[in-house]
């Protein structure tokens, strides 16, 4: 089975140009995530999609940030424009609702990640 | 706040020298625990999710525990190949942290022939 497919795998682009991600989920997996890897840390989130809704984006700058995911399958995550502090590891993960679920109808979910983008700004 | 700590930073071991790696976390309530392991250039890969207190799950030469402050990773006879950066995340209760991971960051382990 095929896994996340995330493309560019690398790039390097000048501050304030912009950049755009892809991501293609494990196919099932109505739930994608974007995070982003700084170096030596771990991975932090920054959007997650249940379907086509984005249903938490508390992280993302949404000043220079965007992400959308039209069909409720591949996303994009964009920055425009981009900054050297930007310059990071964007991972793409995904999960298929597969846990135990509690009275409160949460559930755990094992996710997926791609192997990532990294960005890099000059 | 939930926060995950994970220790040491880094480990030096010779093949075949067990030892274990530890995740401390502070969470109002604990949904999940995962363990993902990371190649230099790769996304994380998963390994493990430990739901309670007192549950282990093992695979190969590894073998995950979970209290209710802290998990650990023990490493058997670990081989080079084991060479990588284990990450562990807490998945909180609460409709709001709904599939969100709080990471670790990481340990880095490398196994020497």
């Known amino acids: 089975e095929a896994g996340v497919v995330q493309s560019p795998r690398y790039k390097i682009i000048e501050k304030k140009q912009p950049v755009a991600f892809w991501c293609n989920p494990i196919?099932?997996?109505?739930?994608l995530y974007w995070y982003r890897q700084n170096l030596g840390q771990g991975p932090e989130l920054l959007i997650r999609?249940?379907?086509?809704?984005?249903?938490?984006d508390s992280q993302l700058p949404k000043d220079r940030f965007s992400a959308e995911r039209l069909k409720g399958v591949d996303s994009t995550l964009k920055i425009q424009p981009a900054e050297l502090g930007d310059s990071a590891v964007y991972l793409c993960?995904?999960?298929?609702?597969?846990?135990?679920?509690?009275?409160?109808?949460?559930?755990?979910?094992?996710?997926?990640f791609g192997p990532g983008t990294r960005l890099t700004v000059t | 706040e939930d926060q995950v700590t994970q220790s040491p930073e880094a480990l030096r071991l010779q093949e075949g020298e067990s030892s274990s790696l530890n995740c401390s976390y502070t969470v109002s309530g604990l949904r999940g625990l995962f363990w993902y392991r990371q190649d230099p250039g790769k996304g994380p890969e998963f390994l493990f999710t430990l739901y309670s207190a007192g549950e282990e799950k093992e695979k190969e030469r590894l073998k995950a525990t979970l209290t209710k402050k802290e998990s650990f990773l023990h490493i058997t006879a670990p081989k080079p190949e084991d060479s990588a950066t284990y990450l562990c995340?807490?998945?909180?209760?609460?409709?709001?942290?709904?599939?969100?991971?709080?990471f670790g960051q990481g340990t880095t382990l490398q196994v020497k022939p």
């Open positions: 993960a995904s999960s298929f609702p597969d846990g135990s679920r509690d009275l409160a109808g949460t559930s755990s979910y094992e996710q997926y």
């Open positions: 196919s099932g997996h109505n739930t």
């Open positions: 995340a807490v998945q909180a209760t609460g409709s709001g942290n709904t599939g969100k991971l709080i």
């Open positions: 999609y249940e379907n086509e809704e984005a249903v938490d």
